[in-house]
C-alpha cells in the first residue's frame, strides 16, 4: 500500500472559486477521496492549487525542470529541444517538472532561428512539399504538438502557403500546432494558416481588431508571453519595440473573449536577447497579466486548468480524485490577491513532496 498523505483545512482552488476548508488526501501519485493518512500536513490559512502549468518554455537540462519544479511550476511545455535522444531523456526525469516537447521546430531559411547554432537542418522548410515530410518526422520523434516560427517573409521566413501545409498536414496526424509570433505581420500569417496557439505577443504595434476577430471566431489560444516580450523591449530599445504593444494586445484579446494561457519562454539559452527564470518567472507572468486585464482567478485558471484542457492534459489540472497529485499550496488567497503564488508551502510532483 502505498503511503496517504492528508492536507487538513486547506480551501481549494477548483478553476471556478475556492472551497471551503476541507482536507485533501493524496495516495501514491493520485489525489484519492479519503484513507488513513500517514502523514497530515497543516493547510489552515492556505491554498491548495493544482501544479502550474507552464505553457511555454525551453529546456537545456534537468536543472531546468528543477527550477521549475521549486516555484510550483509541476508541468512544462516545451516548444523546442533536440536531439531526440536529449528530449527522450528529459521526459523521463523524475522528481521534477515533467515535460511535453515539439522536439524540432519548422523555420524558414533564413530567419534567426536557422542561423542558431546546431540548429538542425530538418527543420528547415521552405516549400509545402517539405511541409509534410517535417510533419511526418516530428510524428515519427513522438511530438506532442508541432511548433513554428513565423517570423518574416520569404526569402528569410516560410510563406504563407508553406505555413498553411505543415498546419494541414499537423491536424490530419491528429496534432495541434503553436507558432511563435512576435510582429503584428507574422500573427496574420499564423492565424491566417490556422494555427491552433499563438505564443507571445507582438512587439510592433497593437494586434488589429481584424486579426483579433479572425483569432475569436476561428478558437485561437494565445499563450502571450509578456515576460519574455517586457525583455525583449527592454534588451531593444530604442529600435520601435515596445512593450506596451504587447499588453495591450492581451487587454484586446481578453475583452474579445480568446482563451489566455500562460506561458513565459522560460530559457536557460546562451546568447539569447532574453532568459526568463524557469519557475521564478511564471509568478511574473501572472502579476502582468493581471496588470493586462485579466482577474486573479482568471489568471489561475489560465495556469492550470485551461491549459490542461487546451493540450489534452486530461490527468492534471484540477484537484478531484483520480487525478495526478501535482500540487501547490500556498499561504493566503491568490484569488485574490496573485502575488500570494510566490508565498509556496510546499509542492508535490505525481505525489512527491519535493518542497
Known amino acids: ?56 518554455m525551453h529546456v537545456l537540462g534537468r536543472q531546468d525542470l528543477a527550477d521549475l519544479a521549486r516555484w510550483g511550476v509541476t508541468t512544462g511545455l516545451d ?9 527522450t531523456e528529459m521526459r523521463a526525469q523524475k522528481g521534477v517538472a515533467q515535460i511535453l516537447s515539439a522536439t524540432t521546430p519548422a523555420v524558414g531559411p533564413g530567419g534567426n532561428h536557422a542561423r542558431m547554432p546546431g540548429f538542425p537542418a530538418d527543420g528547415i522548410v521552405t516549400t509545402p512539399q517539405e511541409a509534410r515530410a ?69 512587439l510592433d504595434a497593437v494586434l488589429d481588431d481584424e486579426t483579433v476577430e479572425h483569432m475569436r471566431t476561428a478558437g485561437t489560444v494565445s499563450s502571450p508571453t509578456l515576460t519574455m516580450m517586457r525583455g ?37 539559452a546562451p546568447g539569447v536577447p532574453f532568459a526568463p527564470r524557469h519557475g521564478e518567472s511564471l509568478h511574473d507572468e501572472l502579476e502582468l497579466l493581471v496588470e493586462a ?22 490527468d492534471r489540472g484540477v484537484i478531484e480524485p483520480g487525478r495526478r497529485a501535482d500540487l501547490l499550496l500556498v499561504d493566503g488567497d491568490p484569488t485574490t490577491d496573485i502575488t500570494a503564488t510566490r508565498d509556496i508551502a510546499g509542492v508535490w510532483i505525481a505525489g512527491e513532496r519535493i518542497r
Open 1 to 56: 500500500m502505498a503511503a496517504v498523505t492528508a492536507i487538513e483545512g486547506v480551501r481549494v482552488f477548483t478553476g471556478e472559486s475556492l472551497t471551503e476548508p476541507r482536507r485533501v488526501y493524496v495516495e501514491g501519485a493520485t489525489i484519492v477521496a479519503g484513507g488513513t493518512p500517514d502523514t497530515v500536513v497543516d493547510g489552515t490559512g492556505r491554498t491548495l492549487l493544482p501544479g502550474l502549468i507552464d505553457s511555454h
Open 79 to 87: 516548444m523546442a529541444a533536440w536531439p531526440l535522444p536529449f528530449v
Open 134 to 202: 517535417f510533419v511526418e518526422r516530428r510524428v515519427a520523434d513522438g511530438a506532442d504538438y508541432i511548433k513554428i516560427v513565423t517570423e518574416a517573409a520569404p526569402p528569410a521566413g516560410m510563406d504563407q502557403e508553406t505555413v498553411a501545409a505543415i498546419v494541414t498536414a499537423a491536424h490530419e496526424r491528429g496534432l495541434q500546432v503553436v507558432a511563435h509570433s512576435i510582429t503584428t505581420g507574422a500573427f496574420r500569417v499564423a492565424v491566417g494558416a490556422g494555427v491552433d496557439i499563438s505564443t507571445h505577443a507582438p
Open 232 to 268: 525583449i523591449a527592454s534588451a531593444r530599445a530604442g529600435t520601435g519595440l515596445r512593450y506596451e504593444y504587447a499588453r495591450d494586445t492581451v487587454t484586446r484579446l481578453h475583452r474579445a473573449g480568446i482563451r489566455l494561457l500562460v506561458g513565459t519562454d522560460a530559457n536557460s
Open 293 to 314: 486585464g485579466l482577474t486573479p482567478l482568471e489568471v489561475l485558471r489560465s495556469a492550470t486548468t485551461l491549459t490542461a484542457q487546451t493540450f489534452g492534459l486530461e
